[in-house]
């Protein structure tokens, strides 16, 4: 997800809208990124993408630049059209109803932000993918990537499964309170403020599972290996393994090195690469808070210690 630039409007009109669309489907293209869900409103975006070959960063850095640029010829202007980077969170899509709670979320995107009206048939709107699910399979964007949504609500892609997955979402509408529309409470998780400050929609086990995928394979050499060497070679040995410990765990977060300075100083992502540092290396705090822009090393090692409590316990 992403918002325009100082929360401005992305889309100017119709036919940006369909421009966006457009470049879309060109990145999923590209990139065989697949696209579950979308929702376009005036001043953000929400895609529900799924990522076969991990590739989130090429992918979406084609896409919100290209859009952009075509954005500012179009309208003769300059400069950023987005606020930042995008936001992802990750998601579970093997157990529970995480997945297809997150597309209907995104699909009901419109209805709280006061779009459509009771009666208007807000599954109409091209401007959400909503259309393509209740589109015949020849009918929709090739881009577009339904099967697993569908399959997510037990419904079969017929006619029939497509009437009732529109009335299954418009059930889950209280028109007296739109606004509070696909604002659940999910297994302990509030969807929208995950969405907002979270990294993960799912299952305390899916969250220890990609804890211990990020520091598992990410520096296994042995700290006894590193005391063969001298002081010297240790510092350096040591810079080395941190440096691959960022390295690889901005690549599996899908942060680029320069996006770290953008980061709140507290963010999981960095406090978790400062744990595993602080775990693997002899690195001062000073090191690693440059490195990570955490601010003092004492907040340094505060976060480090606060996300040993939260990992999972050996």
Request: net charge positive; hydrophobic share 35%.
């Amino acid at each position: 997800m992403a918002r325009g630039y100082r929360r401005e409007n992305i889309v100017q009109g119709d036919d940006d809208r369909w421009m966006f669309l457009h470049t879309l489907g060109e990145m999923a293209g590209r990139t065989s990124i697949l696209i579950h869900a979308f929702a376009l409103i005036d001043n953000h975006y929400h895609l529900v993408l799924e990522t076969p070959r991990a590739n989130l960063v090429d992918g979406m850095q084609w896409f919100q630049n290209t859009y952009t640029r075509r954005f500012n010829v179009k309208h003769k202007a300059w400069g950023h059209l987005f606020g930042g980077r995008y936001k992802a969170v990750l998601v579970q899509s093997d157990e529970g109803d995480y997945f297809s709670t997150l597309i209907d979320y995104v699909h009901l995107n419109p209805v709280r932000a006061g779009m459509i009206k009771e009666g208007q048939g807000f599954d109409e709107s091209p401007w959400t993918s909503l259309r393509e699910y209740r589109k015949p399979t020849t009918k929709r964007q090739p881009w577009m990537a339904t099967s697993a949504g569908f399959e997510a609500v037990g419904l079969e892609d017929t006619s029939r499964g497509r009437k009732a997955y529109i009335t299954r979402l418009e059930n889950l509408i209280d028109w007296s309170q739109p606004s509070d529309s696909g604002k659940i409470l999910w297994q302990g998780q509030s969807l929208q403020s995950t969405l907002k400050r979270g990294w993960y929609f799912g299952a305390q086990e899916f969250r220890e599972k990609l804890l211990a995928r990020l520091e598992t394979g990410k520096a296994n050499l042995e700290r006894k290996t590193a005391r063969r060497y001298t002081s010297g070679e240790l510092k350096a040995y040591d810079e080395q393994v941190a440096e691959t410990i960022v390295c690889a765990g901005l690549k599996e977060l899908g942060l680029e090195r320069s996006e770290l300075a953008d980061l709140p100083k507290n963010a999981p992502a960095k406090a978790l690469l400062a744990h595993i540092i602080t775990e693997q290396t002899s690195m001062p705090q000073k090191w690693i808070s440059q490195t990570l822009h955490m601010g003092s090393a004492p907040y340094v090692s505060k976060l480090a210690k606060e996300m040993k409590l939260a990992m999972p316990s050996t």
